[in-house]
């Protein structure tokens, strides 16, 4: 049978060793979190850019309906403020 005083040295080492990887660790994950966030951020901003051009592709695709052509779409002045109140469908 083993001596107490080993098996408590041997978990003392144990609980010493997780504390040092939990130190470790802690900013790893911590830093794995926030990186998550600004991922997702970035997800949101792509996806609304996304909304934002299929709506110009929409309102382009019907003036050239109405005008005929691509030349007079461009001296043809167009605003986007309703573009920017509008709610975008998903890309």
């Given amino acids: 049978m ?3 005083l080993s098996i408590t ?3 003392a080492g144990l609980i010493s060793l997780a504390q040092t990887l939990i130190s470790l660790l802690s900013p790893v994950v911590q830093g794995i979190r926030g ?3 600004k991922f997702q951020a970035v997800v949101e901003e792509v996806h609304d ?3 934002r051009l299929h709506a ?3 309102i382009l695709q ?3 309906r109405q ?3 691509v030349a007079r779409i461009t001296s043809t002045k167009v605003s986007c403020l309703p ?3 509008f709610e975008f469908v998903q890309c």
């Fill in 2 to 4: 083993a001596d107490p």
């Fill in 9 to 11: 040295a041997s978990i």
């Fill in 35 to 37: 990186y998550l966030k």
């Fill in 49 to 51: 850019l996304c909304g």
């Fill in 56 to 58: 110009i592709r929409l």
């Fill in 62 to 64: 019907r003036l050239k």
């Fill in 67 to 69: 005008q005929g052509s």
């Fill in 83 to 85: 573009i920017l109140a």
